[in-house]
């Protein structure tokens, strides 16, 4: 607030926000796990990423870049994600954890794959690695 940087305040304060109505939500737990704040501040990620795409399509910069930067924000309190490399390594291991040879098995090698990569790649990265890899 002192140093005037609006973007990273609105910011915090969107998180502030998503997280008091998580840990008040009806049926809550009195804390938040840490896997309930990585998932609420993914999909927020995901929201600004989202909204940016749809304002940068319609040509309006002026809406896109403070999304970006907000998004920008929120990223610095999520676990580093991980690199194309250790991401496909990953996923090779659970490949063959599970047995997988062929595209029918992709929802077996998605849901162990989405549990134990939570919070370190998005769901995007990991469905295309998993296609990738099985086909």
Aim: cysteine-free; overall charge neutral; aromatic content about 2%.
């Amino acid at each position: 607030m002192l140093s005037r940087e609006k973007v990273r305040l609105e910011a915090l304060r969107g998180i502030k926000k998503e997280l008091l109505e998580a840990k008040t939500a009806k049926g809550a737990a009195d804390e938040l796990s840490d896997e309930t704040a990585t998932a609420i501040l993914q999909k927020m990620v995901k929201q600004r990423k989202d909204s940016a795409a749809i304002y940068t399509t319609q040509n309006r910069p002026d809406l896109a870049d403070p999304e970006i930067e907000q998004m920008k924000v929120i990223q610095e309190f999520l676990p580093a994600q991980l690199t194309e490399a250790a991401l496909e390594e990953a996923v090779r291991g659970i490949i063959a954890e599970t047995g997988a040879t062929s595209m029918k098995d992709m929802g077996k090698v998605m849901g162990l794959a989405t549990k134990r990569l939570a919070g370190n790649a998005e769901g995007r990265a990991i469905s295309e690695m998993v296609k990738r890899l099985l086909s």
